[in-house]
């Protein structure tokens, strides 16, 4: 590999967005009409009355809608996105409420106007009348089923799934050790500091309809507004700008407003934006995390498990309009690094009154991860032995790669890891944190009244699932490469590192590649960003992609040359003959040669019009079996996932009398494989960490009985400042090349933020000595804790 | 479905009043005819256009849409654009030289990957400049202090705090090779009381 491959390079997206010139999507559309929604102040009720006469007076008001407005297709519920054999009792929300609203901030009428103080002037003038219902919140509420969230699904459970791998009530009851847990993860979401957004303009005389979003998956958003508004695909063009933060909530579409306003610009003519608030993000977006787990282990003398059962409830909030992705994934990637002589795995999706609940950052694997590490401590802690030793007693060895865990995963294909070197990772997270120096540490600590503790956690994420993803590049006359992948970005750098992949397959300079991704104009073909699957599956596209630009390159510069394809090199742009720098033509050049032209507009044009002179008059300037121009096209489609894997270690002080918790040393080490940019790789970490710390210390969606989110902003939830994440957070890796893809990388994205629970809950169990079952853990809950252990 | 017209009146939009705000937006003589409820925030995007201002809250938490106002850091979701008339303001678009060069702390970013959606970026570029000027080697207790107001989703704030550093860094590498002044550029240097 090349010299760009692994290089800490400058990302090449900073540049707009540091002099504020980046375009995100309320920067677009300054003179769009804007939306406002009428939304639910109740989390469960039957609409009674609609009352929008007292809107009508508001000046600039442009058209109020509610459902009976809406056309056939915009009428209908709106798409089950991900169906699933368990998922017998899929329902979804509609566009907007048809006489029932199921939680709070739930979309009952778009009011359109001139700005958006003047819409949401009419909205507040507009007077619905509820008969409110009785509110399930809660998994307690949700498992008891007293009352339905919806009429037709009884026990609210909109799903049931059992998975396993072995006879596990035989091996638990065989186990010499048998232990039961009950575990707990609350609420939290994936809050980008950019919520939804929305701008639609439809262009009459050519029957088009442009659509900027701030999505994670501008091809999905594509099909579905084009089947909801009954146009053609080729009617419909998704840009995806530049997007302020997504971590999962923006891979959900159709939203209610991606289908609304792009509806409201077709039926007045003018464009219309949306552009959400941050209560709005809070109530009417979606959030992650709520699950309660059973657990079962039986285990040996040594600490080995035998047979480990898990039962567990996911609150799924109102809808499942994303299906049972995020329970699966808890289910299957709990098992980490580790093979349980038998696994069974069973859960309930659950409706409530709340906010639906989509993939966050992680999803569905910090849970899991949770659930297994706190199992682990507490075979450690019952046979007294380091939780390191049971661990690796547990793992799976390199030399059982590929491993099959015997389980279908998210992806509907075997969960079967692909590499990884477990206990090689336990070796650099003890050294990286101290583990074995440790009980000196905490000994000294506590003989100056100080309690410190220290906890590890190990995972294993599956990354770059399929299906897809596609990659073009193009060279232009003038040398500069263009290169377009579908899938979408959210900041992660993606136009760095596959310019990166590209720049190094062609041998061109990085500063000739441009990368665009999520605009349905320049890549029609694509999934989406999410299961930190970019690197993986669009970088593998690109190199695919750009190697086949390269080929036609040189084939192009041979016959021109008169030398063999297999005899020349592209170096910095340049067509040389090997080793011969001063043989060469610059890739441009070839460019132009592959293209007959019969129109001169500039100088290299006319190097290419067909009286330019040259080729060989008895065969037509564009062979059968050729095209004109430099370009690749290459689709990238790995048989199944690839898996990354990483261990976290924290080190966590906890005040005697205040039960302030603070980390004082936080450790990763981390193996996704090969590192396109280091730097970037350490960035995803950083973000996702501190999002695991949030999630174990600080943020939790808190809902009263009646479903009201009572801290639905900023200054109620607690989303970390720079004062509530380590001060360091210290890096190493190991790189385990994945055999799936070209480019033997693993995704990165996600890693960071899994273990955060887990670690945390080891570490203050450690500080504590007290069990610790559930998180997030404020000081109060701490207090709580130490109260009743008393 | 229902629809209505505003109309316009000179003085007025949609029956609202517009006032007159005069503004020195990053060098610039501006003028913005407001109603009284429009925010400093919005009009800076909307009625200048200059969108490199962000909004994450509007309840003023979260310090993406801070500009400096008469030199200081101020949150323009929390202020009405009435109220600003008269002030002079920095926003994001203004923190580079006239001539392109990146300002320190805008520089020290890339160098040190400060930044990755960008949204929240704009806050912390303007909020970090102003810091730089009152703690002009700030230790990591100083610079945690310095951006203790502004919300990051993506980058876990420890690049932020190393391109605090590295731009404190970056003014004294620019002071010495000038010889003298604070090696920020003229348009980052925020005019009024000190």
């Given at each position: 590999m090349s010299s760009l491959f692994g290089a800490r390079v400058q990302r090449v997206e900073d540049d707009r967005l540091i002099r504020g010139h980046g375009a995100y999507l309320d920067d677009l559309g300054p003179d769009a009409l804007a939306a406002a929604f009428v939304r639910s102040p109740l989390a469960h009720a039957r609409i009674t009355d609609i009352d929008v006469s007292g809107a009508l007076k508001v000046p600039g008001l442009v058209a109020i809608y509610t459902y009976q407005d809406l056309p056939a297709r915009l009428a209908e519920p709106l798409p089950l996105l991900i169906p699933h054999p368990a998922l017998t009792h899929g329902r979804t929300p509609y566009a907007l409420a048809n006489g029932e609203v199921n939680h709070v901030g739930e979309a009952i009428v778009m009011v359109v106007a001139a700005d958006r103080y003047l819409a949401e002037d009419a909205a507040d003038l507009i007077d619905v009348s509820y008969e409110p219902l009785p509110a399930v919140v809660g998994l307690d509420a949700a498992r008891a089923a007293e009352h339905l969230v919806h009429d037709d699904v009884p026990g609210n459970r909109a799903a049931n799934a059992v998975q396993e791998h072995g006879d596990t009530a035989a091996a638990i009851a065989a186990a010499p050790h048998v232990l039961e847990l009950d575990l707990e993860i609350e609420r939290s979401a994936s809050t980008p500091l950019e919520g939804r957004g929305v701008l639609a303009r439809w262009e009459e005389q050519q029957k088009r309809l442009v659509v900027w979003t701030s999505t994670q998956t501008s091809t999905g958003v594509r099909a579905a507004v084009a089947a909801k508004l009954g146009l053609?695909?080729?009617?419909v063009d998704v840009i995806t700008p530049d997007v302020g933060g997504g971590f999962g909530v923006k891979i959900v579409h159709p939203w209610p407003e991606e289908v609304l306003v792009p509806w409201a610009a077709q039926q007045l003519g003018k464009p219309v934006k949306f552009t959400e608030d941050r209560r709005e993000h809070f109530i009417a977006s979606a959030h992650e995390r709520g699950q309660q787990h059973h657990v079962t282990v039986g285990y040996d003398h040594e600490g080995r498990i035998l047979g480990l059962d898990v039962r567990f409830w996911h609150d799924n909030g109102a809808y499942v309009p994303y299906g049972l992705i995020v329970p699966i994934v808890t289910s299957t990637q709990l098992l980490g690094p580790y093979k349980p002589g038998a696994y069974r795995v069973e859960f309930d999706s659950l409706y409530t009154n709340t906010v639906l609940v989509t993939p966050y950052r992680g999803a569905g694997r910090p849970h899991g991860c949770f659930v297994m590490e706190r199992t682990m401590d507490a075979i450690a802690a019952e046979l007294g032995l380091d939780r390191t030793l049971v661990r690796e007693r547990n793992f799976i060895q390199p030399g059982e790669m590929p491993y099959d865990q015997g389980l279908i995963f998210q992806d509907g294909r075997?969960?079967?890891?692909?590499s990884g070197d477990y206990p090689a990772l336990l070796t650099k997270i003890k050294d990286l944190v101290g583990w074995e120096k440790f009980a000196p540490l905490k000994e000294a600590a506590a003989a100056e009244g100080r309690r410190i503790g220290i906890g590890l956690a190990c995972y294993v994420e599956g990354t770059g699932v399929g299906p897809y993803e596609g990659g073009h590049v193009v060279v232009e006359t003038s040398g500069k490469v263009k290169v377009a992948t579908g899938l979408t970005s959210q900041g992660q750098g993606h136009q760095t590192i596959l310019a990166q992949l590209v720049a190094d397959e062609l041998g061109v300079p990085l500063a000739d590649v441009e990368v665009v991704t999520g605009d349905t104009r320049r890549f029609g073909y694509a999934v989406g960003t999410f299961a930190s699957r970019t690197a993986v599956m669009s970088g593998s596209a690109v190199t695919l992609a750009a190697r086949k630009a390269k080929e036609k390159a040189l084939r192009v510069a041979a016959e021109a040359m008169e030398v063999s394809p297999a005899d020349l090199e592209i170096i910095d742009g340049i067509v040389q003959v090997r080793g011969d720098p001063d043989s060469g033509i610059s890739l441009g050049t070839v460019a132009v040669l592959s293209n007959p032209l019969r129109y001169a507009f500039d100088e290299a044009a006319k190097a290419a019009t067909q009286f330019a002179g040259g080729g060989d008059m008895s065969r037509p300037p564009v062979a059968p079996d050729d095209e004109p121009g430099i370009e690749g096209r290459a689709y990238f489609s790995p048989v199944r996932s690839t898996f990354a894997s990483g261990m976290h270690a924290a080190i966590v002080e906890t005040d005697p009398d205040t039960a302030e918790i603070t980390i004082l040393r936080y450790c990763v080490v981390h193996d996704?494989?090969?590192?396109?940019n280091p730097q970037i790789v350490e960035g995803q970490i950083h973000g996702g960490v501190a999002q695991g710390v949030g999630g174990a210390l600080y943020e939790r969606m808190a809902y009263d009985e009646t479903g009201q989110l009572v801290n639905a902003s900023f200054m109620d939830f607690l989303m970390p400042y720079a004062s509530e994440v380590p001060r360091e957070i210290e890096i190493d890796h190991l790189e385990t090349p994945s055999p799936l893809n070209p480019l033997g990388i693993k995704g990165a994205g996600?890693?960071?933020?899994?273990?955060g629970a887990a670690v945390l809950a080891a570490a203050i169990e450690d500080a504590e000595a007290i069990p610790i079952r559930s998180m997030p853990l404020s000081p109060s809950d701490l207090f709580e804790l130490r109260r009743r252990d008393r | 479905m229902s629809s209505a017209a505003g109309e316009l009146h000179s003085g007025e939009q949609h029956g609202e009043e517009l006032h007159e705000v005069r503004l020195t937006v990053n060098g610039s003589a501006r003028t913005a005819r407001v109603p009284a409820r429009r925010l400093l925030s919005d009009c800076i995007r909307h009625d200048l256009r200059l969108t490199g201002t962000h909004v994450g809250c509007e309840h003023g938490v979260c310090g993406a849409c801070t500009i400096l106002l008469d030199g200081r850091p101020v949150r323009s979701c929390l202020l009405l654009a009435v109220s600003a008339d008269g002030a002079d303001i920095t926003t994001v678009e203004g923190l580079a030289a006239p001539d392109g060069t990146l300002s320190p702390v805008q520089q020290a970013f890339t160098e040190c990957h400060g930044l990755q959606c960008g949204f929240c970026t704009p806050g912390f570029l303007t909020t970090i400049t102003a810091g730089l000027q009152a703690v002009p080697d700030p230790d990591d207790e100083q610079a945690r202090e310095m951006i203790g107001g502004n919300l990051c989703r993506c980058t876990g704030y420890q690049n932020i705090l190393a391109s605090v550093h590295r731009a404190a860094e970056i003014i004294r590498e620019r002071a010495a090779s000038n010889g003298?002044?604070?090696?920020?550029?003229a348009a980052a240097t925020p005019a009024g009381p000190a």
């Open positions: 053609d695909l080729s009617q075997p969960l079967i890891y692909d996704c494989g090969k590192l396109i996600e890693a960071g933020v899994i273990p | 003298s002044g604070t090696g920020q550029p």
